[in-house]
């Protein structure tokens, strides 16, 4: 067995993003180019000799060959041990439970989440820290400073492993160990919720549907609601990952999850259904005939929380990105916990969590998550609310409206214009920058701009800063609308732009948050431009 040091040409200059890199998939299938980034991380991480790390993703395509590829790269660079899931397949908050419960150095997974796969749509390769978590800008950076100038890498020239099969083979004097990707997490899933209060409520009849979107938590969510919980077989609908998500595009949400809006809306709904990503960490909550935004459920999980068993003491702090809604500060506020405002991307939660300052963090953007492992977690989302549906006794539409009369409601949507001229998007947003400060005290359509500025975040354990992390503009009465640019796309720039509006107690107002946002839209065409300066006269996405 031998040891190749390849010589190379940088793929210069690549930065994980918001999750990780992500390209096209092709980008990945260049020649040395996978090699080059997995080389840049093993070297950014101080080597990875000696250690042992968790490795998996959530099935698409090349996530087998490029398994491959990094285990004879892990082996070359001296690593003592990877676990890797059956199939190559983990899924993302599966594989942080790994890193954490097997006390391993870290670990990678091979997923570009949400977006598509197969051979002309993405692929991407994230690294997490030994706390489980993605890894930290310290990381990140020195990861795209080392592509800048790496010239060789290391790999064994062997055959491949057999990932189908359990068990522990020798690779060049490294360890694989190829486990179930399901059980752990399962048996974790056990260890948070009231399994025997579930089990009782499918018993009596309780119905849900989960989609799966031909994406990794399939299995994960078969072996938990059917065969732990006891919900009907078939509960579970396109539950095995397939390398193109069967050409479904595995992003829940109610425009890509239209199949399970239409169950959930229709006649004869189940009364519960939810949805998740590719790599299983997001979530959708829906009830029959009710839509549950992703900053209300963050809101209502924290409100409710105490009702789960692991949560039984309650929460030591929450925290969320900045764009989502402030729904869940009223919440913190009157359970008289911090709640703490980051940029967005799950990396900014790991601090916090790790600090023992929160306890429970999401996004809007379908993210939510505990400190139970460092990755926002679909399933464990899905749980909370079946858990708290089980204590409560309410339908999610009762739980909901409680929420708002107790709470007041946070209107909230985001839009998405995506694939924009990169230039173009990009000057729109430095136009408004030099514009800021002549914003405060301005009339637009009706509203008063009462503040405006860009986001920039003090990590409040470690100090690090990171700057430019979105704009501001801030309507009096308590509404606003965020602006930044996505950091997970593969073409062009995604402009994604973040409505809200607050309205203490139950309003008689429109069950419909386009409309309620209706002056806010308004005022951001006049503030912003944005159909003036790229012609869309409509977001490509709503949600
Ligand atoms: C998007 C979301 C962000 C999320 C990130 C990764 O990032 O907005 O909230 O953390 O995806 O989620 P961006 O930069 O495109 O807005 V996942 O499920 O793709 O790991
Ligand atoms: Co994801």
New binding site residues.
């Given amino acids: 067995m031998t040891m190749t040091v390849h010589q190379t040409a940088p793929f210069a200059g690549q930065k994980p993003?918001?999750?990780g890199l992500r390209k096209k998939t092709k980008v990945f299938m260049q020649e040395h180019f996978l090699e080059n980034f997995i080389q840049a991380t093993f070297d950014a991480v101080g080597g990875v000799g000696g250690k042992t790390l968790v490795l998996g993703g959530d099935g698409r395509f090349f996530g087998q060959e490029a398994s491959q590829t990094i285990l004879k790269m892990a082996a070359a660079n001296g690593a003592a041990r990877v676990i890797v899931g059956r199939n190559a397949w983990l899924s993302?908050p599966a594989a942080s439970n790994l890193i954490r419960v097997r006390k391993t150095d870290g670990g990678i997974i091979l997923s570009a989440?949400?977006n598509p796969g197969g051979i002309e749509e993405d692929f991407g390769v994230k690294y997490n820290a030994e706390n489980g978590g993605p890894a930290p800008e310290s990381i990140t950076s020195k990861i795209y400073e080392i592509t800048e100038t790496i010239s060789e890498y290391k790999k064994m020239d062997v055959d491949d492993v057999n990932l189908d099969e359990l068990g522990e083979v020798d690779l060049g004097g490294m360890t694989v160990e190829v486990i179930d990707p399901v059980s752990a997490y399962a048996d974790m899933m056990e260890g948070i919720f009231d399994f025997d209060a579930l089990k009782a409520m499918f018993a009596n009849g309780f119905k849900m549907r989960m989609d799966s979107m031909c994406a990794i938590t399939g299995p994960y969510a078969v072996e938990i609601f059917e065969n732990r919980l006891g919900a009907d077989k078939g509960t579970v609908t396109h539950a095995v990952p397939l390398p193109d998500f069967g050409g479904m595009h595995p992003d829940p949400n109610p425009t890509w999850a239209h199949e399970l809006m239409d169950e959930l809306m229709g006649t004869n709904a189940p009364a519960f259904g939810a949805a998740s990503?590719g790599?299983g960490?997001?979530n959708m909550i829906l009830g029959a005939g009710t839509y549950v935004s992703p900053s209300d459920s963050l809101a209502v999980i924290a409100a409710n929380a105490q009702l789960v068993p692991a949560y039984a003491q309650g929460l030591k702090g929450v925290a969320r990105?900045m764009p989502t809604s402030a729904a869940v500060d009223r919440v913190a506020e009157a359970l008289g916990v911090d709640c703490f405002e980051t940029p967005?991307?799950?990396k900014f939660f790991g601090n916090l969590m790790d600090a023992g300052r929160v306890s429970l963090c999401g996004?809007?953007?379908f993210?939510t998550g505990s400190d139970h492992v460092r990755e926002?977690d679909g399933l464990w989302a899905v749980l909370m609310w079946l858990n708290i549906i089980a204590k409560r006794g309410q339908t999610v539409s009762e739980i909901l409206a409680d929420h708002f009369a107790r709470f007041g409601r946070n209107y909230y949507s985001r839009h998405d214009y995506e694939a924009l001229p990169t230039e173009q998007a990009e000057g729109m947003l430095a136009d408004l920058r030099d514009r800021l400060k002549e914003l405060p005290g301005r009339e637009v359509c009706g509203l008063i701009v009462s503040n405006a500025d860009e986001f920039s975040y003090t990590d409040p354990v470690d100090g690090s800063v990171s700057s430019g992390q979105g704009f501001r503009i801030l309507f009096s009465g308590g509404s606003r609308v965020v602006l930044?640019l996505?950091?997970?796309?593969t073409e062009g720039a995604?402009l994604?732009v973040y409505l809200e509006r607050y309205v203490p107690g139950p309003d008689g107002l429109t069950e419909d948050p386009q409309e309620a946002l209706g002056p806010i839209i308004a005022a951001t065409e006049e503030i912003v431009g944005i159909t003036a300066t790229t012609g869309r006269a409509k977001p490509d996405v709503i949600t």
């Fill in positions: 993003g918001t999750s993302t989440s949400h990503d790599d960490d997001r990105s967005t991307g799950w996004e809007e953007s993210g926002k930044r996505s950091g997970t796309g995604t994604r």
